[in-house]
């Protein structure tokens, strides 16, 4: 496994998943489990607050995706995380054909409904797209979010030999 400062590169992780009871918090658990591989987290050790700010993010977007498959579509099937090269991709699989929507903006202080900016304010990207052949019926709803660069301070230098 290859090893810069951006920690281990192409790594995926797969959580199968059944029902709705508990599963948000099992993502997110497993979520952090795999950051702290990768070296996004224990917070304390990251190299910046911003960095720190980055974990929690993953964390609270997992949560939200996960909650959204739970509400909309009966639960999801899968939980994957593929990192690669200080850039995280965040797949939620579940049965469901309907794709999430943009609703019309609702007001901060009404219950629910937010899930979706939230991804647009702290993903890089997100989006969705429907299972592959084989896979049987449903949709996979992506995420990406990238680490935050060290400070110049913090950065390796190139060898310049």
Do not use: Y
């Amino acid at each position: 496994m290859a090893e810069s400062g951006d920690g281990p590169r192409n790594q995926v992780r797969r959580l199968v998943l059944h029902g709705t009871r508990g599963v948000v918090s099992r993502c997110r658990d497993f979520t952090a489990e795999a950051l702290t591989d990768w070296g996004w987290l224990p917070a304390e050790t990251a190299e910046t607050a911003e960095a720190r700010e980055r974990a929690e993010d993953v964390l609270l977007l997992v949560s939200e995706v996960v909650t959204n498959a739970c509400l909309h579509a009966g639960g999801p099937e899968e939980l994957v995380l593929r990192h690669a090269a200080g850039r995280l991709r965040v797949e939620v699989a579940d049965a469901s054909p309907v794709h999430p929507r943009v609703r019309v903006a609702r007001s901060p202080g009404l219950p629910g409904g937010h899930g979706l900016m939230v991804l647009d304010r702290l993903a890089v990207a997100w989006g969705s797209e429907d299972k592959g052949p084989g896979d049987g019926a449903g949709k996979v709803v992506w995420l990406e979010v990238s680490r935050p660069s060290p400070p110049p301070w913090g950065r390796r230098r190139a060898d310049p030999s």
